[in-house]
């Protein structure tokens, strides 16, 4: 009977200590690890956005510019003459 009771008290703190290591609040390292990765996956995505709305500017002004201007080509001889001295 008594090994009964004790037994269920070993349990019990048992229980008790997996429910406090399950409601442990995270550490200052592991918080700043993972502000570090966020951070990182972030700049990295506005980086790779930037770089691709810059591209899809750069072509629009392209297209636009090609569009409005008129450009003529003349071909003339080339007159040069070397001289040896």
Same mark, same amino acid.
């Given at each position: 009977?008594?090994?009964?009771?004790?037994?269920?008290?070993?349990?019990?703190?048992?229980?008790?200590?997996?429910?406090?290591?399950?409601?442990?609040?995270?550490?200052?390292?592991?918080?700043?690890? +993972?502000?570090? +990765?966020?951070?990182?996956?972030?700049?990295?995505?506005?980086?790779?956005?930037?770089?691709?709305?810059?591209? +899809?500017?750069?072509?629009?002004?392209?297209?636009?510019?090609?569009?409005?201007?008129?450009?003529?080509?003349?071909?003339?001889?080339?007159?040069?003459?070397?001289?040896?001295?």
């Amino acid at each position: 009977m008594v090994k009964a009771a004790t037994l269920r008290v070993v349990r019990g703190e048992k229980m008790e200590q997996n429910e406090n290591a399950a409601r442990r609040s995270f550490s200052p390292r592991s918080v700043l690890l +993972i502000m570090l +990765i966020v951070g990182f996956a972030v700049g990295l995505g506005v980086y790779t956005l930037g770089n691709t709305f810059a591209a +899809i500017t750069g072509l629009a002004r392209n297209t636009s510019q090609q569009s409005t201007s008129t450009t003529t080509t003349t071909s003339t001889g080339h007159n040069c003459t070397r001289t040896s001295g």
